[in-house]
């Protein structure tokens, strides 16, 4: 049975920082992607960002470049997602989930895209 516990959200201020955990079973973990989506209260769910866990190649949403990093640990079936300098806009629920790394490559970073979901962990930013 495939499963992913993310785990890692709460309370920070602004430009704070927080790590999420997305701890995978049940699959290979290196033969897939993991991605980092979040839902913020009335919007859609985006993509944040998502790796390709054999080749760790990453793909980050225009809005946390350069202030994330997602990483995987294969030996310990991870994946992390650093996230500093937060802003208030990037309250949210935040899931990790599985996909495959060819829709990865030719479809992006899509939530559509990916088939099984974590619980998701509540990321709030305060102003």
């Known amino acids: 049975e495939v499963q992913l516990q993310a785990s890692g959200g709460g309370l920070v201020q602004a430009g704070g920082s927080l790590r999420l955990s997305c701890k995978a079973s049940?699959?290979?973990?290196?033969?897939?992607?993991i991605g980092w989506f979040r839902q913020a209260p009335g919007k859609e769910r985006e993509g944040v960002s998502c790796?390709?866990?054999?080749?760790?190649?990453?793909y980050y949403a225009d809005s946390v470049k350069d202030r994330f990093t997602i990483s995987s640990d294969n030996a310990n079936n991870t994946v992390y997602l650093q996230m500093n300098s937060l802003k208030p806009e990037d309250t949210a629920v935040y899931y990790c989930?599985?996909?495959?790394?060819?829709?990865?490559?030719?479809?992006?970073?899509?939530?559509?895209?990916?088939?099984?979901w974590g619980q998701g962990t509540l990321v709030t930013v305060s102003s």
């Open positions: 790796i390709s866990t054999d080749d760790s190649s990453t």
């Open positions: 049940g699959f290979t973990f290196a033969d897939y992607a």
């Open positions: 989930a599985q996909g495959l790394k060819i829709s990865l490559l030719y479809r992006g970073c899509q939530p559509l895209e990916f088939d099984y």
